[in-house]
């Protein structure tokens, strides 16, 4: 039994140090440019197959680190979903949308990598769909994103469609653009991860409420 946990406690210990290299890596060059050898190599693993013995293919371990984020991403989004009940406030339901990932990667020891790992993965065109399929296992997402439409009800059904990846896109590079800038030592517009929220979601209900053209 000692021996069983202890090779099990190793594998455990293994499975992180790659997904860390994965996630950096995939961050920094994308995920094409990256193999399975150099993240092994980064992860300190002697055997270049390990990252093939532990997650299978690169699409494997892209979905293990989406799913290492989304458990605590998930948390907070519970609870902010869950406070917000039956609100008629547009702001209220896209704080659930934009919050639990800046809280999340506020949270986390910097630098940070995984803003920047979703904007790699979200522009590749082998792993977007990926990550479309990872989010939309949410449950609090969806609730999220079904109270939202209801409030956005008078917007014709292609404009919300329309504004929901505008909404998608921004939230991503935003925060991708703050990570890096936060890696480098640069600037940033907002002091934390809470004011750039406050910014963003500024942003995204003048997207969700902003008048719509008709064409002719």
């Not at 609730?143 to 956005?152: F, Q, S, T, V």
Request: neutral net charge; hydrophobic residues 40%; charged residues 25%.
């Amino acid at each position: 039994m000692t021996g069983r946990t202890a090779r099990a406690d190793q594998a455990g210990a293994t499975r992180e140090l790659i997904l860390g290299a994965a996630e950096r890596l995939f961050a920094e060059r994308g995920v094409h440019a990256v193999s399975n050898r150099q993240v092994s190599e980064a992860a300190g693993q002697g055997n270049n197959a390990a990252v093939g013995y532990h997650f299978g293919t690169k699409a494997d371990l892209v979905r293990a680190i989406m799913r290492k984020h989304a458990a605590p991403i998930e948390e907070i989004r519970a609870r902010l979903v869950d406070r917000a009940g039956d609100s008629g406030d547009v702001r209220v339901w896209v704080d659930c949308l934009v919050r639990p990932v800046t809280e999340h990667l506020g949270d986390l020891d910097g630098p940070t990598w995984y803003a920047r790992f979703c904007a790699q993965v979200m522009t590749d065109p082998a792993m977007h769909d990926i990550m479309l399929e990872e989010s939309l296992t949410s449950p609090t997402l969806r609730r999220a994103l079904d109270a939202l439409n209801r409030r956005l009800s008078g917007l014709p059904p292609e404009v919300r469609t329309e504004r929901g990846a505008m909404a998608r896109e921004l939230i991503l590079h935003t925060c991708a653009e703050r990570e890096r800038a936060l890696a480098e030592g640069a600037p940033t517009p907002r002091a934390t991860w809470h004011d750039a929220a406050c910014g963003l979601v500024d942003a995204l209900i003048g997207l969700w409420l902003a008048p719509v053209t008709r064409t002719p």
